[in-house]
Nanobody, 126 residues
Framework: VQLQASGGGLVQAGDSLRLSCAAS????????MAWFRQPPGKEREIVAV????????GYADSVKGRFIISRDNAKNTVYLQMARLKPEDTAVYYC????????????????????WGQGTLVTVSS
């Protein structure tokens, strides 16, 4: 499956932004999806997951209550709705996919996923 992330940009603190991850090649219905991010000079970290089996989702503590992951299987697209953005949310955001297995915010590492999008930069100014 090929993933194409988009929607990043420069916003001010407190603004909202929606990232999209469009998939091609395979239907996403059997993939668990995740958004990771990599702040400047830091390691890649998981932000949110949406699991294929039961549609359960999970969030990193740093974004809980502000970010929402969702998917539209008919459009083969996953979204990350981000609200009340903070400067510390500045990062390159990546969508990722793993087929037939659930993902967990507390356990999934970057090496655990099989497919990556190319990343989209989100910059939040104070």
């Amino acid at each position: 499956v090929q993933l194409q992330a988009s929607g990043g940009g420069l916003v001010q603190a407190g603004d909202s932004l929606r990232l999209s991850c469009a998939a091609s090649g395979r239907a996403l219905a059997t993939f668990s999806m995740a958004w990771f991010r990599q702040p400047p000079g830091k390691e890649r970290e998981i932000v949110a997951v949406d699991n294929w089996r039961d549609g359960g989702s999970g969030y990193a503590d740093s974004v809980k209550g502000r970010f929402i992951i969702s998917r539209d299987n008919a459009k083969n697209t996953v979204y990350l709705q981000m609200a009340r953005l903070k400067p510390e949310d500045t990062a390159v955001y990546y969508c990722a996919a793993k087929q037939w297995k659930d993902l967990s915010v507390g356990e999934t590492m970057p090496q655990d996923v099989d497919y990556w999008g190319q990343g989209t930069l989100v910059t939040v100014s104070s």
